[in-house]
């Protein structure tokens, strides 16, 4: 074949199209060093070549990447071409798939756009406690340092826990119910409210009013009422049944309180730290084992400490970074009476 120069045959538009669309194809079906060479000879023959090449092979990968997206489109089998007629087609067919590409590109970007748009993150500082007024007329209440994100689509409510510790006033819609997503387990509402807690390794649920449905991986779903709760694991469900004294504690945080009923203090510490930026540390094992009861604040841990102190041999030791070590304290020995003089 000859070279095509600017005045040629293949001067035009679409034939340097066609042209170039042939060449690719030959040269994605296991091209021979002569293949590659009449290539190379007819893309430096004219820089028109070039632009036509690099578009047919930007067009071909783009419809390479979104052809499992684009699976309606057929393709006709990249042979190499006879007339010129099926070499127009070839172009014309790469160039729609390539359009087709970016139409579905944009497509997907304003899907996701919008759904990420469509997600509201909640979250509160260390010692912070919100209250959140959701568009439905539900309440969203986020204790300490923690994390939540809101969806609401026509079909449904959904929450994700991301971290900490949040209750839910669930307002009434049978037709979109409240889904609470808090790592493995799934939490279902109507008209409810309740608590849900994440620790270390293991989920707390407390059910104050109504009732919910909650499952966790692929078991079966179980309805918790009103008054009780349950321990939630990857694959574990245990329902429990609350006392009123219990709620009260698991809620206490609502209002800005801390309830211990007899807690060790270590679990006491824990509590705490939980408003706290610098921690309580047990720097006694004999000190984390004794036990204290008590309303407080939740921002007010140095009444805690004092009163603690106060009732049980503990002392308290400031650190420079604001953190507090917990000692046990050592009764001081009576002091031995004088011998009498002989």
């Given at each position: 074949?000859?070279?095509?120069?600017?005045?040629?045959?293949?001067?035009s538009r679409t034939a340097i199209e066609a042209e170039a669309a042939r060449l690719l194809a030959r040269l994605s079906s296991d091209p021979t060093p002569q293949n590659e060479a009449e290539l190379y000879a007819?893309?430096?023959?004219?820089?028109?070549?070039?632009?036509?090449?690099?578009?047919?092979?930007?067009?071909?990968?783009?419809?390479?990447?979104?052809?499992?997206?684009?699976?309606?489109?057929?393709?006709?089998?990249?042979?190499?071409?006879?007339?010129?007629?099926?070499?127009?087609?070839?172009?014309?067919?790469?160039?729609?798939?390539?359009?087709?590409?970016?139409?579905?590109?944009?497509?997907?970007?304003?899907?996701?756009?919008?759904?990420?748009?469509?997600?509201?993150?909640?979250?509160?500082?260390?010692?912070?406690?919100?209250?959140?007024?959701?568009?439905?007329?539900?309440?969203?209440?986020?204790?300490?340092?923690?994390?939540?994100?809101?969806?609401?689509?026509?079909?449904?409510?959904?929450v994700r826990l991301i971290k900490g510790e949040a209750s839910f006033q669930v307002a009434h819609d049978k037709d979109r119910p409240f889904e609470v997503e808090a790592r493995s387990a799934v939490v279902r509402?109507?008209?409810?409210?309740?608590?849900?807690?994440?620790?270390?390794?293991?989920i707390e649920l407390t059910v104050t009013r109504g009732a919910i449905t909650v499952r966790c991986g692929d078991k079966a779903a179980q309805r918790v009422a009103a008054g009780n709760g349950a321990v939630l694991?990857?694959?574990?469900?245990?329902?429990?049944?609350?006392?009123?004294?219990?709620?009260?504690?698991?809620?206490?945080?609502?209002?800005?309180?801390?309830?211990?009923?007899?807690?060790?203090?270590?679990?006491?510490?824990?509590?705490?730290?939980?408003?706290?930026?610098?921690?309580?540390?047990?720097?006694?094992?004999?000190?984390?084992?004794?036990?204290?009861?008590?309303?407080?604040?939740?921002?007010?841990?140095?009444?805690?400490?004092?009163?603690?102190?106060?009732?049980?041999?503990?002392?308290?030791?400031?650190?420079?970074?604001?953190?507090?070590?917990?000692?046990?304290?050592?009764?001081?020995?009576?002091?031995?009476?004088?011998?009498?003089?002989?």
């Amino acid at each position: 074949m000859q070279a095509s120069g600017p005045g040629s045959s293949c001067g035009s538009r679409t034939a340097i199209e066609a042209e170039a669309a042939r060449l690719l194809a030959r040269l994605s079906s296991d091209p021979t060093p002569q293949n590659e060479a009449e290539l190379y000879a007819w893309v430096e023959a004219d820089p028109r070549h070039a632009v036509a090449f690099a578009q047919a092979e930007a067009a071909w990968e783009a419809a390479e990447r979104l052809k499992c997206a684009a699976a309606d489109v057929q393709l006709p089998p990249l042979t190499e071409m006879v007339s010129e007629e099926q070499q127009r087609r070839l172009s014309r067919n790469i160039i729609i798939a390539a359009a087709l590409a970016v139409t579905l590109f944009i497509i997907a970007a304003i899907v996701t756009l919008r759904t990420f748009n469509d997600v509201d993150r909640y979250k509160t500082a260390v010692g912070e406690i919100r209250n959140v007024a959701l568009s439905d007329g539900s309440a969203l209440h986020l204790n300490s340092d923690s994390e939540a994100e809101v969806r609401y689509t026509d079909n449904g409510r959904k929450v994700r826990l991301i971290k900490g510790e949040a209750s839910f006033q669930v307002a009434h819609d049978k037709d979109r119910p409240f889904e609470v997503e808090a790592r493995s387990a799934v939490v279902r509402a109507v008209g409810t409210v309740f608590n849900v807690r994440l620790r270390p390794s293991l989920i707390e649920l407390t059910v104050t009013r109504g009732a919910i449905t909650v499952r966790c991986g692929d078991k079966a779903a179980q309805r918790v009422a009103a008054g009780n709760g349950a321990v939630l694991q990857p694959r574990n469900i245990v329902l429990t049944r609350l006392d009123p004294d219990m709620i009260s504690q698991r809620t206490a945080w609502r209002h800005g309180m801390i309830v211990l009923n007899g807690e060790t203090v270590e679990q006491a510490a824990g509590e705490f730290n939980r408003y706290r930026v610098a921690p309580i540390l047990i720097g006694d094992m004999r000190a984390s084992s004794l036990r204290i009861s008590g309303h407080f604040r939740t921002n007010d841990s140095h009444g805690f400490l004092a009163q603690m102190q106060g009732r049980l041999p503990v002392r308290v030791v400031d650190g420079e970074d604001g953190s507090v070590m917990l000692l046990y304290r050592d009764e001081p020995e009576q002091a031995k009476p004088a011998p009498s003089p002989a």
